[in-house]
Nanobody, 124 residues
Framework: QVQLVESGGGLVQAGGSLRLSCAADGRTFSNVAMGWARQGPGKEREVVATVNWSGDTTYYKDSVKGRFTISKNNAKNTVDLQMNSLKPEDTGVYYC?????????????????WGQGTQVTVSS
């Protein structure tokens, strides 16, 4: 399994921006698809953005389209999530995930590895 460590969470006002970063060990990173998921209070984990193994195909949950951008850098073993125009409903713990397939996927059950998570809080 890929080992993942997230960073970059914090507190931001509505309309602001945050950039999350996920560092992975290099054993298989270039051959896996990645995703960012969030889990709000009392809610199930949902994948909001996903990218394929090469970084050239991305999918987004409808609620974040046009505001979030996922990017994968195989040379640096990182996957980032740029979040703009943040809303209070974006609040939650954000997790970086890896799946042992080349194709991106928005289903949280399709991921084999998750990081420890980083808290994002958006105040109104």
């Amino acid at each position: 399994q890929v080992q993942l460590v997230e960073s970059g969470g914090g507190l931001v006002q509505a309309g602001g921006s945050l950039r999350l970063s996920c560092a992975a060990d290099g054993r298989t990173f270039s051959n896996v698809a990645m995703g960012w998921a969030r889990q709000g209070p009392g809610k199930e984990r949902e994948v909001v953005a996903t990218v394929n193994w090469s970084g050239d195909t991305t999918y987004y949950k409808d609620s974040v389209k046009g505001r979030f951008t996922i990017s994968k850098n195989n040379a640096k073993n990182t996957v980032d999530l740029q979040m703009n125009s943040l809303k209070p409903e974006d609040t939650g713990v954000y997790y970086c995930g890896a799946r042992n397939y080349l194709i991106a996927n928005l289903d949280a059950d399709a991921y084999e590895s998750w990081g420890q998570g980083t808290q994002v809080t958006v105040s109104s």
